[in-house]
């Protein structure tokens, strides 16, 4: 029997001893060349196209993003949704972490944002920001700054995943270290200052 697309109404005037026979070939076809697919229809499907693709050895292979089919296209928004929501809890946590404190990396992060605009990141800290929609209010947010106060810092949410991740790597591998408020005081005053 020759390798062909078979409607339903094909398989079921074969015989079962012929119908048994083309699977068990197309599913020994499978196992040979490495490709797992868990229905005939689907085997058939794909033969035909790996033997098509085989003959043309011109072909481009692979799509980008932009050509994905509606199950790749959501299976890449389950991954951005996942990134965001890790994206969340790691600054939640590292905020915990470091308290009113800073976190100095041994050695600093380059990291460049979509526009081409280059950051250092060797302190991270918590500051103070002017809420721009109100007036009278202040936000915390996590700074990443190369210098503290520098102008050219970037808060923490705007880092991509693998920025994140790179800092986690750092605190884990003691590459990094906690400085308490109280040292980060102690460190700019003289102990004169503190008296009754």
Not at 73 to 87: G, P, R, V
Not at 132 to 151: F, K, Q, R, S
Request: net charge negative; hydrophobic share 35%.
């Amino acid at each position: 029997m020759e390798l062909k697309k078979h409607t339903p109404e094909e398989f079921e005037l074969m015989s079962d001893e012929e119908f048994n026979n083309y699977e068990t070939r197309l599913f020994d076809i499978a196992n040979e060349i490495g490709l797992e697919r868990s229905s005939i229809e689907e085997l058939e499907t794909s033969l035909l196209n790996i033997k098509e693709l085989a003959g043309n050895k011109k072909a481009k292979y692979g799509h980008s993003y932009w050509q994905c089919n509606k199950q790749e296209a959501k299976c890449m928004s389950n991954i951005l949704s996942a990134a965001e929501k890790f994206k969340k809890t790691f600054i939640k946590e590292i905020a915990q972490f470091i308290g009113n404190g800073m976190l100095i990396l041994s050695r600093a992060i380059k990291y460049k944002d979509f526009y081409g605009e280059e950051y250092v990141i060797k302190y991270i800290y918590k500051e103070r920001c002017y809420d721009l929609y109100d007036e009278c209010e202040y936000t915390e947010v996590i700074t990443c700054a190369e210098t503290p106060g520098n102008d050219e810092s970037i808060e923490m949410h705007l880092l991509p995943v693998d920025i994140l991740i790179k800092i986690n790597q750092k605190i884990i591998n003691d590459n990094a270290l906690l400085v308490s408020d109280e040292e980060l005081i102690a460190s700019n005053i003289d102990s004169e200052e503190i008296k009754l």
